[in-house]
């Protein structure tokens, strides 16, 4: 223990003495650890947020989103969708076998909306009365959309945590009216918050009974998509078959003509998410991998110079005992403790940079202990890989030669 | 003790050859207090270098305390250097960065395993050298004789069989000179054993025997019946100075 302690202080003394070669040693690692961990961080915050996204729209493995359009997943965004289903093909899904529940929406183009004098510009969906319940969200005042409310198209309204803030400067609006466009609602009900999901703020949005949506805020009864539920997890794929073949006879879509509509399973969502952050992380780690490879020849060649200034030390060690393997396994620990001292600054560093990207650009990162293990365990691999050439040239110098 | 027998030592620097030690026979028995005299470049330090196992001869036999060393390897030259032998150098050879606490502490290091009362023996051996008041002084902050008593302290500590020194005295003034040669007597009057290399001849006849090294030849090989006493000499010296 005690020899062990004095080796340790041994090391950190001649750290300390060659500070300034430390420093230097130390700067590209940092650099490619810190930049691993913003990688990382990224990565980690991106897939608990699309998790968290996921659950909170209740998507579960037992079922899929049916959207209108045709297209890939990944590389529709930004493009305008034809909408192209209907509450009829919401019908005809709902009576397949196996499917549990339908729950169809419609969003409405972004509109004005206004209570009083107060105005916001929100989103605006046609729900059905299952829709609140499909997607985890509770009631903070008031109630959900009925199904009287569909049966009559009623002019009611249930609106987000953010609208209230907005319109109503945050006092509970259950019963007050607003407007969507010309169209003058009743407030029934509000959602409980759901908070920000990174990208969009989930509060903000005001739901209509699906059929008002249709039938008085838009001049088609088509709708944007459908959440289908299965009674069994296993069945999903036989049912989005069944569910396209479905949709393309009602569409009259003839062999060779793409779909005009796009089925998501959960699967595929997470296979996407995962695709797209790897391919970063794998470019990013390519350039700290670039980063840590340099630092270590920096490293390498530094500490060759200083064995050579060190000869002298070297010397006088194995006048008074040391053997080849002391003076390797002393200037190995001390490499190894300039990579990890690096490491660590790198991870300090690299999650303040995670948390101002949060802050400053709004990039979801979150830490993870496996991100901490890895720029650790990087470093000390750089460090003991590229000290072993200097640790072998001072073992191998010869102690009279070194006295010298 | 030790015992050469036919000692040779030959540097190769690419095809060049130098002779340095052409064949040297010597014997020094427990509690000697030995002097090596002769020129420059006679070879006297490669002779201390081999008989302190930091270099091996090119041929011959050296026998330490009975068993040949030229077929240990460097691991066991490394141990036996640690726990028998200890070394002053003309320069000091301490490490800079380090109190002379440290310095003096640096052999248990290599022991294997570090003793418990290491920093009581390291006080006791700056102690031994009256520098029990400069434990916490790193080399830049002493002077030239204290260097080296904290040298001869660091040789003293694991208790050696010899202690070696080359030109302990090469670098000092005439005042720290005697201070050291007077610290090393009196060791030597306890008992312990002293190989000196010296080419100052007041320095050799303070030691009890002296060797004359001349061409990598032992030359002479005297015992000195009444060496100079050094602590009489600095107490002349000081008086003088009055
Ligand atoms: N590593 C070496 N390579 C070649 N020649 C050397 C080496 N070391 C010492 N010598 C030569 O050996 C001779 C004896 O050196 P040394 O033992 O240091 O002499 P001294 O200590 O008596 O002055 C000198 O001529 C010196 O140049
Ligand atoms: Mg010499």
């Not at chain 1, 003394?13 to 961990?37: E, N, Q, V």
């Not at chain 1, 499909?134 to 009623?154: T, Y």
């Not at chain 1, 640790?391 to 191998?396: C, D, E, N, R």
């Not at chain 2, 022991?111 to 002084?137: K, M, N, T, Y």
């Amino acid at each position: 223990m005690s020899l062990a302690w004095r080796l340790l202080k041994a090391a950190l003394s001649s750290l300390w003495a060659f500070r300034s070669y430390a420093a230097l040693m130390m700067i590209g690692l940092i650099i490619g650890i810190a930049s691993l961990t913003v990688i990382h961080q990224i990565g980690q915050g991106a897939q608990q947020q699309v998790a968290a996204r996921m659950a909170s729209m209740g998507f579960g493995a037992d079922a899929f989103y049916i959207s209108s359009g045709g297209g890939r997943l990944g590389v529709r965004r930004g493009m305008k969708r034809a909408v192209t289903l209907t509450p009829v093909d919401a019908a005809s899904i709902s009576r397949l076998d196996g499917v549990a529940q339908v729950v169809p929406h419609k969003n409405v183009a972004r509109t004005q909306v206004t209570a009083g004098s107060n105005h916001t510009n929100t989103r605006v969906r046609g729900a059905p009365p299952g829709w609140a319940a499909a997607r985890n969200w509770s009631m903070l005042h008031g109630r959900f959309i009925s199904r009287a409310d569909i049966g009559q198209s009623a002019r009611v309204a249930v609106v987000g945590t953010t609208v209230v803030r907005e319109l109503y400067g945050g006092a509970n609006p259950v019963g007050r009216r607003l407007r969507i466009g010309r169209t003058p609602f009743i407030v029934v009900g509000v959602l409980e918050s759901k908070g920000s999901s990174g990208w969009r703020d989930r509060d903000d949005i005001i739901l209509v009974p699906l059929s008002t949506a249709t039938k008085r805020l838009s001049r088609d009864d088509k709708i944007s998509g459908m959440r289908v539920t299965m009674t069994d997890a296993s069945r999903v794929e036989e049912i989005k078959g069944e569910v396209t073949a479905v949709l393309r006879e009602n569409h009259s879509l003839g062999p060779g003509v793409p779909d005009d509509f796009l089925i998501i399973t959960p699967d595929e969502l997470m296979k996407l998410i995962t695709r797209q952050s790897r391919s970063l992380v794998v470019m990013l780690t390519f350039v700290s991998a670039v980063s840590l490879f340099v630092s270590g020849v920096v490293i390498m060649n530094i500490m060759l110079v200083a064995v050579s200034e060190r000869a002298y030390e070297i010397g006088v060690r194995r006048a008074v005992g040391a053997r080849r393997r002391d003076i390797l396994y002393q200037i190995l620990m001390e490499s190894l403790m300039v990579a990890a001292a690096g490491g660590v600054c790198g991870l300090l560093l690299g999650i303040l940079l995670s948390y101002l990207a949060t802050l400053l650009l709004g990039i979801p990162t979150a830490f993870s202990p496996s991100g901490f293990l890895w720029a650790l365990g990087f470093s000390a691999a750089v460090g003991l890989f590229f000290g072993v050439a200097p640790a072998k040239k001072a073992a191998g110098l010869h102690p009279v030669e070194a006295l010298r | 003790m030790i015992k050469l027998k036919g000692i040779t030592k030959t540097y190769y620097r690419g095809k060049v050859e130098t002779p340095v030690l052409l064949g040297i026979d010597l014997h020094v028995r427990p509690g000697e207090f030995l002097a090596i005299m002769g020129p420059s470049g006679s070879g006297k330090s490669t002779l201390l270098h081999i008989l302190g196992l930091l270099d091996r001869p090119s041929g011959g036999s050296y026998l330490l305390d009975g068993s040949e060393t030229s077929t240990l390897n460097d691991d066991e030259l490394a141990r036996l250097r640690n726990a028998k032998l200890g070394f002053v150098f003309q320069a000091f050879h301490l490490l800079p960065k380090s109190t002379a606490l440290d310095n003096v502490l640096l052999p248990f290091t290599y022991a294997g395993h570090f003793p418990q009362d290491a920093a009581h023996r390291a006080r006791h051996a700056l102690a031994r050298v009256g520098l029990e008041h400069r434990l916490h002084h790193r080399p830049g902050e002493m002077s030239g004789g204290e260097c080296q008593r904290v040298a001869i302290a660091r040789a003293l500590v694991n208790d050696p069989e010899v202690i070696f020194a080359d030109e302990p005295t090469g670098n000092l003034d005439q005042r720290s000179s005697l201070e050291v040669i007077s610290i090393l007597q009196g060791l030597n009057a306890e008992g312990r054993t002293i190989v000196l290399v010296t080419h100052d001849t007041a320095v050799g006849c303070m030691c009890r025997r002296l060797v004359r090294l001349i061409y990598g030849r032992v030359d002479s090989d005297e015992i000195i019946a009444e060496p100079t006493q050094a602590m009489r000499q600095l107490q002349t010296l000081m008086e003088a100075a009055k």
